[in-house]
């Protein structure tokens, strides 16, 4: 069984997508729409040096835009997955993916997202921290005892992202490096996100979704909010749980280890970079299990993979 995931923020790098657009009409589409939709110039974000694309209200949009391109010409190739998922931002390329959300309406909503998780707190009042070398549940238990900071994201067994407010999270830093994490990293963002911080953000984000139709599932996809596996039976939680997702931890590990014991063998990562990759492998490791992956952040990439999986 094939599943597609899709990375979120921090994988962006500047020229990602272009060979796409240079190479298929279907990702030059994608990206020509995108630009008559958005308020920016996506193209000069994804191709060119510059500074926006690290900027969270133009980050997500050009992610989106990015991905659903290269998904565009493995679907174009008869590439089929079995369940689709993304981290963070990228579960709504995994929507898209599955038929659920047309492009246009995902990228609305994403630049709303963006602009929103961007704006809920001031620059250097929340931060977030990965912590390595510490056991998940150590980490929780560290966060649960202090005031305003949170687990973010369970990457992967040893790599946890706390977040919350400045203080909390260095507090949390000194508490957690006591307790045996091999090193705390604070991470280079505009914002703490996945915390009650961004609370507000969510709802008024779901203001923005209460307008996008839902289409049925052609393929079925797994939440970040509850790593479980989302169809057309629970198809009207959706809205409700990306309202959720602002705000609450990414529950990555828990995701892919759903996956894998639904019988998902093979892990195409679709979009810049291999951390989805690096991530999957040693859930899969911690889980005894096998499993192949392929990324897709390239051109040339995409005849590989479907020579490898058609």
């Known amino acids: ?134 056991d998940a549940d150590v980490i929780a238990g560290i966060c649960d005892k202090i005031d305003e900071v949170s687990v973010a994201n369970y990457n992967c067994p040893g790599q946890i992202v706390i977040t919350g407010k400045k203080e909390a999270v260095e507090k949390a830093n000194e508490e957690l490096k006591e307790a045996g994490a091999r090193r705390c990293v604070m991470l280079n963002v505009s914002g703490p996100f996945h915390s009650e911080m961004l609370k507000t953000a969510g709802e008024e984000l779901y203001r923005v979704l209460e307008n996008v139709e839902l289409k049925d599932f052609e393929i079925p996809y797994v939440t970040n909010v509850t790593a479980k596996y989302v169809t057309n039976e629970n198809k009207n939680e959706i809205k409700e749980m990306l309202k959720d997702q602002v705000s609450s931890s990414v529950l990555w590990i828990q995701s892919v280890e759903n996956m894998i014991e639904q019988g998902v063998d093979t892990f195409v990562e679709i979009g810049p970079g291999k951390t989805l990759t690096g991530f999957i492998k040693k859930i899969a490791k911690a889980v005894d299990k096998e499993v192949t992956t392929y990324n897709v952040e390239k051109y040339e990439d995409v005849e590989a993979v479907v020579n490898a999986l058609a």
Not at 17 to 45: C, Q, R
């Open 1 to 134: 069984m094939i599943a597609f995931v899709f990375p979120g923020q921090g994988a962006q790098v500047v020229g990602m997508g272009k060979d796409f657009y240079e190479n298929s009409e279907l990702s030059k589409n994608i990206f020509d729409e995108a630009a008559e939709l958005l308020d920016f110039d996506v193209k000069k974000v994804c191709f060119e040096e510059n500074e926006a694309i690290n900027i969270t209200e133009y980050t997500q949009a050009a992610m989106l835009t990015t991905s659903v391109a290269m998904l565009e010409v493995l679907k174009e190739k008869g590439l089929k997955p079995d369940v689709c998922a993304g981290l963070s931002l990228g579960e709504y390329c995994a929507l898209v993916a599955s038929g659920v959300m047309d492009f246009e309406d995902a990228l609305k909503a994403v630049r709303q997202r963006g602009i929103l998780m961007q704006e809920a707190v001031p620059t250097g009042i929340g931060a977030m921290s990965a912590i390595i070398g510490l």
